[in-house]
Structure formats: structure tokens, C-alpha cells
């Protein structure tokens, strides 16, 4: 029995790759709630929502977008980090002297990350999670 679908209007066949890319990406969100919800308190302190810590494992993932900034001063640094911060709560600022560079995790919308990428995105934010957390999203109840 096929999986394939067909458009109601023109006929045209969509593959059923196209609906498990969309499973898959909802067992993967599914795993990083699963993980938040087994965090330690510690952990918790870290990443307060699921959303912090997916958006973090992103960025050490490395599916991010990099800026830096030249705050002027190492005594301004800090409130230009705060300032950024409260435009993006989910970004990671480190600051070294002066210069502060900003990561931004990027979308994980179909359109921007096909699913060899998503995959390969979706093992490295995995074993983050599980070497930072000691929590393995990829034994999940959902993962099964």
C-alpha cells in the first residue's frame, strides 16, 4: 500500500517523504520537551522552557547564525549583551574585553533545513543535550 498522496486540484503526487519529514521533525520536538521535562534543577536554572534548550542545543550544534559586536568599552559590554538579550531571550552572547559575539539558532522549518541536514542538525543537538544534561532526548518515550 502506498503512502503517497495526491493534490485534490491538479493530481499531482506528493511523496510520502514529504509527510514523514513532518513526523519527524514533531518526534524531535517532542524529545527536547521530553528532555526538559527530565532536567535536573540545576539544568532547569540553565534552560527554564524546552525552547531555551532547543535553541541552545542549535546553536552548539551549530545551526546558527553568528554576529559580532564592538560594544566600545568592556564597561559597556554588558548592557549592550542585556539590551540584545531582550530582543532575543533565546540567543547566547559571550563576552570577551569589548567585543561580544551573539548566537542565534536558525529555523528548522522545512523550507531552510532539508531532512539529510535536519538529521544530521537533529544527532548533534541530541548528543549536546545528553553530554550537557546527562538527559538522552534519543531514549524519549516520543523517539519510539
Request: charged letters at 25%.
Amino acid at each position: 500500500m502506498s503512502k503517497d498522496v495526491s493534490c485534490p486540484e491538479c493530481g499531482t503526487v506528493i511523496s510520502s517523504d514529504l509527510m514523514a519529514a513532518d513526523q519527524m521533525r514533531k518526534r524531535f520536538f517532542a524529545c527536547i520537551r521530553d528532555s526538559h521535562a527530565n532536567l535536573r534543577d540545576d539544568d532547569l536554572a540553565r534552560f527554564p522552557s524546552s525552547e531555551h534548550l532547543r535553541k541552545h542545543a542549535l546553536i552548539a550544534a551549530g545551526w546558527c547564525d553568528v554576529m559580532t559586536v564592538v560594544a566600545g568599552s568592556k564597561a559597556a559590554a554588558p548592557g549592550i549583551a542585556q539590551a540584545i538579550q531582550s530582543k532575543d531571550r533565546y540567543c547566547v552572547i559571550t563576552i570577551r574585553g569589548d567585543v561580544l559575539t551573539v548566537y542565534t539558532a536558525r529555523s528548522m522549518a522545512r523550507r531552510s533545513l532539508k531532512k539529510p541536514q535536519f538529521l544530521d542538525v537533529a544527532e548533534k543537538a541530541f548528543a549536546w543535550i545528553a553530554r550537557t544534561t546527562g538527559v538522552d532526548p534519543a531514549q524519549s518515550r516520543e523517539a519510539a
